[in-house]
């Protein structure tokens, strides 16, 4: 009986979706009806491998879909060996995230690769293995039950552009077998890779130039968008797409609830385009949502989408046809740190009144940090009715937080510096770049003060925004800038490292000694994820407006949810300023419990306000 019931639920949910879901592929594979058959019968055979306590979860998930849509998550992005050291140490502190207030954790790649050929782990060489230091894939199924038992999500990356060059496919590849060579982009001369070129943007045109590598082995060129060993996938291979669906299904079986998308706008390639953001990547996109609403309705996708935004906006899809459930806001985190470098924030109510534009049920995680560096994709075309044009100012912002500007606080560095293009990302912990180590070198009480509160506000700023807050895990404990990479030679060449250091564990015990840069940290984010929670007027579907301040240094917005109203206001000036919000009536200061009137309110340097009235 139990049998019967768990084929109905598949046959159900199957036949619900069959019609696009058989139209998609079939439109895209060219009616291969062999294809479809196995694909279609994949499904079942990873639906019938879902453990009972993730089918009982997904049934939970059905009746509430909307789960992730409220105010109740607050994300935390961690390596695993630099958190704990592997999996099993994670799950031993899963108290001290819990502390943070987090309930949602994003697991950096852990999934086996080559240790000096990975770019940091993202050339999978096996989905099917946890990389050996780090645990088995049978701790990380135990980790996602505790976290579950915990109410915490877990999201893990899936790539799927590209494998490494060590994978099993690229192995046979390489041995000239045909079969897995058409699982790739070979090509025996320059010929096709040459226009290929002429087309394609380069991603890191310093560190790894071009599109194409050569295989000496197999004596051809692959294609390798990324770098040389993470070889692209051809989604044009019906082979690829069933088998990488089936590996993400199978990760979603150890209990994963986020599947992260990685370089998701780049897998589908044609020749004559850029090979970036076209219709057959929404294709392939929205297919996996399907996948993932008959197998394991209780996962998320989340698109890495790392792009202007209005190529970022596609990836929900449409109502009627969604695609991701939720994306990055990397243009808002870009924009917030313009901002502290300006000390304005003109840019920054621009590009959120674009935002909070869209349709309320778009879920975006918002962060002021992650794993990655920080690019400058700004809207310059805004920018430049300030005189800020976009070469000089990109030098500007890099020479501001890499602390070459006279009087900046920043302490960061370059990453993939380009001299021919004048451009560079950067890299740095939250804590450095808000001028926290600066301030502590200098042994200025002041300075460290100011630095403390820009700190705090910048993630208020993220946790008052509809979505999902995520912290960089040392972030909540002020971890600074580790300069230990240049010493290693596997890490040295990439400056990112400078923000993925071990975990301080001495900065986290100090994070209960009163007074400590450690302890207002982590008590501040703390009690912004405990009031967000708490409060109706953070959900996805409040209102939300920009708020005219009267002052560019000074970012003002509002909600409003159900009879609840919050004016939130963070200063960037390097000074206490005053503004004229223009509301009359009277407020409630959250943090301080006073009320005030807001008509002509004052901030400190970094301060920021939350103000609520309830009607």
């Given at each position: 009986m139990k049998q019967r019931k768990k084929e109905d639920a598949f046959s159900e949910r199957f036949k619900k979706h069959e019609g696009e879901l058989k139209w998609l592929y079939c439109e895209l594979y060219n009616n291969d009806v062999n294809a479809w058959n196995y694909f279609a019968g994949m499904l079942r055979r990873m639906w019938e491998e879902r453990p009972a306590s993730l089918r009982t979860?997904?049934?939970?998930?059905?009746?509430?879909?909307?789960?992730?849509?409220?105010h109740a998550l607050c994300g935390m992005q961690l390596y695993t060996d630099c958190f704990a050291g592997n999996l099993r140490g994670v799950e031993n502190n899963l108290d001290y995230i819990a502390e943070c207030g987090v309930n949602y954790i994003h697991l950096m790649p852990l999934l086996e690769s080559p240790k000096d050929r990975s770019d940091g782990g993202y050339a999978v060489s096996d989905y099917r293995r946890v990389k050996p230091e780090l645990g088995t894939m049978e701790d990380l199924e135990r980790l996602c039950e505790s976290c579950h038992l915990d109410g915490i999500a877990v999201c893990l990356d899936f790539t799927l552009n590209h494998t490494s060059e060590d994978h099993e496919w690229a192995r046979l590849a390489r041995?000239?077998?045909?079969?897995?060579?058409?699982?790739?982009?070979?090509?025996?001369?320059?010929?096709?890779?040459?226009?290929?070129?002429?087309?394609?943007?380069?991603?890191?045109?310093?560190t790894a130039p071009g599109n194409f590598s050569w295989c000496e082995e197999a004596g051809k060129y692959v294609m390798t968008t990324f770098y040389p060993y993470q070889w692209d996938l051809n989604y044009a291979n019906p082979t690829v797409f069933n088998d990488m669906t089936e590996t993400m299904l199978y990760l979603?079986?150890?209990g994963v609830d986020v599947m992260r998308l990685d370089a998701v706008p780049y897998i589908w390639k044609s020749l004559g385009t850029n090979c970036r953001n076209l219709p057959q990547v929404h294709t392939l996109v929205r297919m996996l949502r399907i996948v993932c609403e008959i197998v394991c309705p209780g996962t998320l996708l989340l698109g890495e989408v790392v792009m202007e935004p209005d190529k970022v906006a596609p990836y929900f899809g449409t109502r009627e046809k969604p695609e991701c459930h939720m994306l990055y806001n990397?243009?808002?985190?870009?924009?917030?740190?313009?901002s502290v470098a300006v000390r304005d924030a003109r840019l920054l109510s621009h590009q959120?009144?674009?935002?909070?534009?869209?349709?309320?049920?778009?879920?975006?995680?918002?962060?002021?940090r992650c794993h990655d560096d920080i690019g400058w994709g700004l809207d310059y075309g805004y920018l430049s009715c300030f005189g800020m044009q976009e070469i000089p100012h990109k030098k500007y912002l890099n020479d501001f937080f890499t602390g070459k500007w006279q009087g900046s606080f920043s302490r960061g560095e370059l990453y993939n510096d380009d001299p021919r293009l004048m451009d560079a990302r950067l890299c740095g912990t939250a804590a450095s770049l808000c001028g926290i180590e600066s301030a502590r070198k200098a042994g200025n009480k002041e300075l460290i003060e100011t630095a403390v509160r820009r700190d705090i506000m910048l993630h208020a700023l993220v946790f008052t925004l509809s979505g999902i807050p995520v912290l960089y895990s040392g972030d909540e404990i002020g971890q600074e800038n580790d300069y230990s990479y240049?010493?290693?030679?596997?890490?040295?060449?990439?400056?990112?490292?400078?923000?993925?250091?071990?975990?301080?564990?001495?900065?986290?015990?100090l994070r209960l000694a009163d007074g400590t840069i450690e302890n207002r940290l982590f008590s501040a984010l703390s009690a912004l994820s405990d009031k967000r929670k708490g409060m109706g007027v953070f959900d996805n579907r409040a209102d939300t407006w920009v708020i005219d301040t009267q002052n560019p240094a000074v970012f003002g917005m509002g909600r409003y949810y159900e009879g609840e109203k919050l004016l939130a206001f963070f200063n960037f000036g390097d000074g206490a300023e005053t503004f004229s919000p223009g509301e009359k009536e009277t407020y409630e200061n959250l943090f301080t419990g006073e009320k005030t009137d807001a008509d002509s309110l004052e901030l400190p340097a970094g301060g920021f306000a939350w103000l609520r009235k309830k009607y």
């Open positions: 979860l997904d049934a939970e998930r059905e009746k509430n879909p909307e789960w992730y849509l409220g041995a000239g077998k045909k079969e897995f060579q058409d699982r790739y982009f070979f090509f025996d001369d320059k010929t096709i890779p040459d226009i290929y070129d002429s087309m394609v943007p380069q991603v890191f045109p310093v979603c079986n150890r990397v243009t808002t985190m870009a924009t917030i740190w313009h959120l009144g674009r935002v909070f534009a869209l349709p309320k049920e778009y879920v975006f995680l918002n962060y002021i240049t010493a290693d030679p596997e890490k040295a060449p990439d400056s990112r490292y400078i923000h993925r250091g071990l975990f301080d564990r001495e900065k986290a015990a």
